[in-house]
């Protein structure tokens, strides 16, 4: 399985980003979808997930009403719209490829597979 992150750049504070997630090799059908982040020094930290069927979300209290995730199981891609960026939000997005219970959506242990990252810079 592959997951392929794209969308990164560098965004003024108050802008905004559209991540992707292309999957290869797997459906992603059936998994849930989360994304994480890393910024320099700092650990990973969950972002936001969606179950397989994506009447579920999960969001980190620091993203809420600003991150917006979404899947396409037809075209095997996970999506994350970022609106009203700040420079706290600087770091490397990761996406990431599992089968979680509902209460373990955030933790990075619950995933098998991984994206390279796509790197998120927000300039104030």
């Known amino acids: 399985v592959q997951l392929q992150a794209s969308g990164g750049g560098l965004v003024q504070a108050g802008g905004s980003l559209r991540l992707s997630c292309a999957a290869s090799?797997?459906?992603?059908?059936?998994?849930?979808m989360g994304w994480f982040r890393q910024a320099p020094g700092k650990e990973r930290e969950f972002v936001v997930a969606?179950?397989?069927?994506?009447?579920?979300?999960y969001y980190a209290d620091s993203v809420k009403g600003r991150f917006t995730i979404s899947r396409d199981n037809n075209k095997n891609t996970l999506y994350l719209q970022m609106s009203s960026l700040r420079p706290e939000d600087t770091a490397v997005y990761y996406c990431?490829?599992?089968?979680?219970?509902?209460?373990?959506?955030?933790?990075?242990?619950?995933?098998?597979?991984w994206g390279q990252g796509t790197q998120v810079t927000v300039s104030s």
């Open positions: 990431a490829m599992g089968r979680p219970i509902s209460s373990a959506s955030y933790y990075t242990s619950s995933y098998y597979y």
């Open positions: 090799g797997r459906t992603i059908s059936g998994y849930t």
């Open positions: 969606i179950r397989w069927s994506g009447g579920n979300t």
